[in-house]
């Protein structure tokens, strides 16, 4: 396991450990290799393309989901690995508080994800300069939602976008009770 954190362990090097050691791959060293820097994408696509029977790849999104480092590339890589695929919420909420691309991955995924009060408490906490745009595409892409009081404290308690987060969020629901009033 300490192989897949190790940054000077390259994806060939691996495979001769894994091939020559007689290691069994377990679901931590999945989550260690997406968990890694920006090769970490390249160690996941290696382990699961040779020892795919031996992962279930919703054990990795969430640790794939939190990863700062985390592209969107190998987030639309983890989704497409399994046809049909459930994205459990903890996993969307970890997505709506990183700064990797998963969120942005998981609204392009073109299938249907949750989005709660919790993913939404998440985002607006968010304090990231992509929480504006990720929130403009949450709400486009999921009509209907409903905008807490909670999800409000934390728009206006976030320091980097929150006046806007605010605005955003207030329109929002001025649109939804206009469009459900007529």
């Known amino acids: ?17 894994l091939d020559r050691g007689n290691i069994s791959i377990t679901r931590d060293m999945f989550e260690k290799a997406a968990e890694a820097d920006s ?3 390249h160690l996941t696509k290696t382990l699961l393309l040779k020892y795919q029977d031996s992962l279930c790849v ?16 190998m987030f639309e890589f983890l989704l497409t690995w399994e046809k049909d695929l459930m994205v459990a ?8 508080g990183s700064s990797g691309g ?5 609204l392009d995924w073109g299938q249907p994800i949750q ?4 993913v ?3 985002l607006a906490s968010n304090e990231r ?18 905008i807490t009081k909670e999800v409000m404290q934390a728009a206006r308690g976030n320091k980097t976008v929150g006046p806007d987060l605010t605005r955003l969020l207030q329109t929002y629901k001025l649109d939804q009770s206009y469009a459900t009033s007529n």
């Not at 300069?129 to 409903?146: A, D, F, K, W």
């Open 102 to 106: 998963s969120m942005k991955a998981l």
């Open 129 to 146: 300069r992509q929480t504006l745009p990720m929130m403009q595409l949450t709400l486009y892409y999921h009509r209907g939602l409903e």
């Open 115 to 118: 989005i709660t009060e919790a």
């Open 39 to 41: 090769r970490g994408r």
């Open 89 to 96: 919420e903890d996993v969307i909420v970890a997505a709506a």
């Open 58 to 73: 919703e054990d990795v999104l969430e640790t794939a989901a939190r990863n700062e480092e985390s592209t969107e590339e």
């Open 1 to 17: 396991m300490a192989a897949t954190a190790n940054p000077c362990v390259t994806e060939d090097c691996l495979l001769l450990l």
């Open 120 to 122: 939404l408490k998440a």
